[in-house]
């Protein structure tokens, strides 16, 4: 996640503006959002008016760009891609994933909820809690469910305290897995629900586009989340914890088999997608800032 490519939108008609949503920098001109952000409901049609700021508020002074929108789901699914009338240029490459398994994994993103609102003004708040890949409906598809630690109570006034938080980018281990949609009023505004990169990434123009625009197509690294303790032990499966041993010299087998895997592995953030599904798969529980 790269707070430089966070984007807060607002859309509505030439007179004003009538939504206020989330986004996130996916290439120079690029913005992912959800659909329902920049779409017209009552006539399905993309707001005349949309502008876009680029840049988490306290390092970044840029003025709002107009957009237009690019692509839509042909499926339906609540997710856009707005076109920016100026690139802007971040450093950097974004990495898409997707959950995998049963146990539930940390994620976090950034929006621009209503409840975060003070003298008329935005404020950002770092989503974060527990994406369960097991909840949610039949469709794997469909949505992802995110649990979230720190939740706004009901506004009295009956607005929805999430709302301006649709189209956050969701990301766990460092990987785009989905936008924000909505919010679930059953769970006391505690759970949000997000479409899943997946259930879009394979669209075939999505994917011209992004190659257009000089963003590399969304390669999903499967992400699972080391098991519980307890699931390892009805398992059989031994969870081992801390960092590997200290430096040894290596032997000549071992000298030869990482002349390849250099090769292949030469970028670190490369070794850092392959390796961490690995070792998690195997059981371990690898510290987060290794």
């Known amino acids: 996640m790269d707070q430089r490519r966070l984007a807060l939108i607002r859309s509505g008609g030439v ?49 709002p760009r107009r957009a237009t929108v690019l692509w839509t789901h042909a499926q339906g699914r609540d997710v856009a891609l707005l076109r920016l009338g100026d690139p802007i240029e971040v450093s950097g490459t974004v990495k898409w994933g997707r959950p995998v398994g049963s146990a539930p994994l940390r994620y976090q993103g950034l929006g621009y909820p209503l409840a975060t609102v003070k003298e008329g003004q ?16 039949a469709d794997a598809r469909d949505l992802y469910v995110l649990d979230q630690d720190p939740a706004p109570g009901k506004p009295a006034d009956g607005k929805r305290a999430w709302s301006g938080a649709s189209g956050s980018a969701v990301f766990c281990e460092g990987h ?16 949000l629900h997000a479409c899943p990169v997946h259930s879009f990434a394979d669209d075939p ?19 699972s989340a080391a098991p519980s303790s307890e699931e390892s032990a009805d398992s059989g499966q031994a969870v081992r914890f801390g960092r590997p041993p200290a430096a040894r010299t290596l032997t000549q087998a071992e000298e030869e088999l990482l002349r ?31």
């Open 15 to 63: 007179d004003k503006y009538r939504c206020v949503g989330t986004g996130y920098l996916i290439a120079p001109r690029l913005v992912l959002t959800a659909r329902h952000v920049v779409v017209d409901k009552s006539s399905g049609e993309p707001w005349s008016k949309i502008n876009v700021q680029v840049g988490h508020p306290r390092d970044s002074d840029a003025s």
């Open 176 to 191: 785009l897995v989905g936008v924000v949609i909505h919010d679930d009023d059953a769970f006391d505004n505690r759970r």
């Open 122 to 137: 935005r404020s950002v708040e770092h989503l974060r809690g527990v994406l369960p890949p097991l909840a949610g409906g």
């Open 205 to 223: 123009y999505f994917v011209d586009l992004l190659q257009e625009y000089g963003a590399c197509s969304p390669q999903l690294i499967d992400i």
């Open 260 to 290: 390849p895997l250099w090769a292949l592995l030469e970028d670190p953030s490369l070794r850092v997608a392959h390796a961490r599904p690995l070792v998690q798969r195997l059981g371990y529980l690898v510290p987060a800032d290794y």
